[in-house]
């Protein structure tokens, strides 16, 4: 992977040498336009870095307690998966700056070896968004988003964190951007010994340490007020070692390397824009069963797309917009039980906007994609908001979705079957916004129903991957938000509830890790000496087996954290976090209890 950083470096400065020769107005550029644009007819989760912070330790943390998503973790910063609306790890799609970035392999992001602290924010989409994202966007897809500024000189974000179980979390992101360039470079890195123990439940965390650490780069460089050149670039590794139930179990360890780069140009007039990107992925996997050999499996994949968003706006309030896509998957193992498999994709999406006066607004959009030797759906999407009256507004979203098949399903040797269908979905949901003063509540009913689901199943003397059973889902998710301002000090209050019934349509029982309630909430209180947040997550009971079997199932828990900032000086603050202060004993996957109450202590400096 050396050459594809030396690549990056080269792009990186080339695009940052450039210097300034007129004055511009001040703008943040955003990577991912298509997300903008969803926000209309679906909710947007969106989270700070100063909320990020709260939960600094890895992003399952972020996610289980400020979204609704639930998280499956086998035990803290292990290998963790996350379900929404009831979906699987598969159909959750995980977007860098609007690039997919989940395994060509396995079709999921491991959640925790993503990185956390890279990020200027991280917004969560329920819902389907297969029409813009493609494979994999069904139950709802998170975004992992760098921003670029302009005019705003030299700054910079430092933070480093030490606490339990000898766990140290730390970043470092500096920028210098003018009218004409700006420049970011970020990095971050985190290690735990990670041996906390359970005594309630008579557990040891044996053998789970882990490491993640990763580098970015980012620059752009802006012509006029309509066109702009920017770059972005990730190099990451992480390490993971397997916990163990006994000291004398052979102890296992997993390896990642990743790098992304992407080369973005953004164009813009009065009657027409166009958004084209280019992007170069690359992944690499290895498995140690034994930490103290060498590796006894691996694999790694290439991924090159090419993304075009083209926007004419000649009519009034009148949008049409053609989405174009090209990628080539390529991949290779070692002693995987895996060929070298190659693919091409391409996508043409068209889609239309219309806003009705001041009070609606529609859009509805087509998509085909071409999949080398697969068929695919005909993918459609229907999106509209009414603003009912001042204080309410109804969306609508109606969205058929896909997944097509991993590398591991159709090549996997043996066992792979290359004769599989992807999945599809159909979903609807309807949201209804109360807004009065600085409160919001938002009230998402949502059905959603999946098709030709692929499911590894044993065979004569082989586990085999087939089409099989349907699945339904449909429950609501309710969000509260509140803000207010008290003299100089401010009060946040966010929450999310979410009712979540989940089954199997042949079997007519539930589906695994899918509680049917789950709630999440954090209120901060910020004065001018420092801040003050308490975080809670209550989470029902969670089956972990097909047959909804009590004995096996996870208790309903609830989880409080709670931290405070202390305002040292303009630029320094200190900061003090507690997890799980009442000692609840917990479990996120089955055989895997959380660690009990546990601290951290922290340094940021901004400049």
């Known amino acids: 992977m050396k050459h594809t950083y030396f690549l990056a470096l080269l792009f990186s400065a080339f695009t940052t040498v450039l210097h300034a020769q007129e004055t511009l107005i001040d703008t943040v550029y955003i990577s991912d336009i298509r997300l903008k644009d969803a926000e209309k007819s679906q909710k947007i989760i969106r989270i700070s870095k100063d909320e990020l912070l709260n939960n600094p330790v890895n992003l399952s943390e972020v996610l289980r307690f400020q979204t609704p998503f639930y998280i499956r973790e086998n035990g803290r910063g292990m290998a963790a998966s996350p379900s929404f609306r009831g979906t699987t790890a598969q159909q959750t799609a995980f977007l860098w700056n609007g690039i997919p970035v989940n395994s060509l392999f396995l ?10 602290l890279n990020y200027d924010h991280i917004d969560v989409k329920p819902g389907g968004g297969s029409i813009s994202y493609g494979s994999g966007a069904v139950g709802g897809s998170v975004h992992l988003n760098n921003s670029l500024s302009f005019n705003k000189g030299f700054n910079g974000d430092l933070f480093a964190e030490y606490g339990s179980f000898e766990t140290l979390n730390s970043s470092v992101k500096l920028n210098y951007n003018t009218d004409k360039v700006s420049f970011q470079l970020n990095t971050a890195y ?3 010994e990670n041996d906390y123990d359970v005594p309630a439940l008579q557990y040891v965390n044996r053998n789970g340490k882990y490491r993640q650490q990763s580098f970015g780069l980012s620059s752009g460089y802006r012509f006029n007020t309509g066109d702009v050149l920017y770059f972005h670039s990730q190099m990451s590794d992480g390490l993971q070692y397997f916990p163990v139930f006994f000291e004398e179990d052979t102890k296992t360890k997993y390896i990642t390397q990743g790098f992304r780069s992407l080369l973005h140009w953004d164009h813009q007039n009065q009657h027409f824009s166009n958004h084209l990107k280019l992007a170069f992925l690359e992944e690499q996997f290895r498995h140690f069963a034994d930490i103290e050999k060498t590796e006894s499996t691996g694999s790694g994949g290439q991924l090159f797309m090419v993304k075009n968003d083209a926007s004419w706006t000649r009519i009034k309030n009148l949008v049409l917009i053609l989405q174009t896509e090209f990628q080539h998957q390529k991949a290779e193992g070692f002693q995987s039980g895996k060929s070298n498999p190659k693919r091409n994709l391409g996508a043409a999406a068209l889609v239309v906007k219309k806003q009705w006066g001041k009070s609606i607004y529609t859009e509805g959009a087509l998509r085909k994609d071409f999949i080398e030797n697969m068929n695919s759906p005909l993918l459609f999407s229907f999106g509209s908001q009414i603003k009912a009256a001042p204080f309410y507004t109804i969306k609508l979203n109606i969205s058929k979705n896909f997944r097509i098949p991993t590398f591991n399903d159709l090549y996997w040797e043996p066992g792979g079957n290359p004769d599989l269908k992807p999945e599809h979905s159909v979903q609807i949901e309807l949201g209804n916004e109360f807004q009065y003063k600085n409160f919001t509540l938002e009230i998402v009913p949502y059905y959603l129903r999946v098709s030709d689901m692929i499911q590894w199943m044993p065979g004569n003397t082989i586990w085999t991957p087939f089409n099989t059973n349907e699945a339904e889902s449909y429950g609501a998710e309710v969000y509260g938000d509140f803000f207010a301002k008290i003299g100089n000090h401010q009060l946040k209050l966010k929450s999310a509830y979410t009712y979540t019934l989940s089954k199997d349509l042949e079997t007519q029982k539930s589906l695994m890790y899918v509680p049917r309630h789950k709630f999440s909430g954090t209120a901060s209180f910020m004065t001018k000496f420092g801040s003050i947040f308490i975080q809670g997550m209550f ?21 409080i954290n709670a931290g405070v900032q202390i305002t040292l000086s303009p630029h320094l603050q200190l900061g003090i976090r507690a997890n799980n202060i009442f000692n609840e004993v917990y479990q996120t996957s ?3 209890p959380m660690p009990f109450r546990n601290f951290g202590i922290s340094l940021r400096s901004k400049f």
């Open 107 to 116: 079709g999921q992001a491991d959640v925790n070896n993503i990185g956390l």
């Open 190 to 192: 985190t290690e735990s």
């Open 539 to 559: 989470t029902g009971l969670t089956f972990t087996s097909t047959d909804e079997n009590r004995r096996t199932a996870l208790n309903p828990s609830t989880v």
């Open 590 to 592: 089955q055989h895997y």
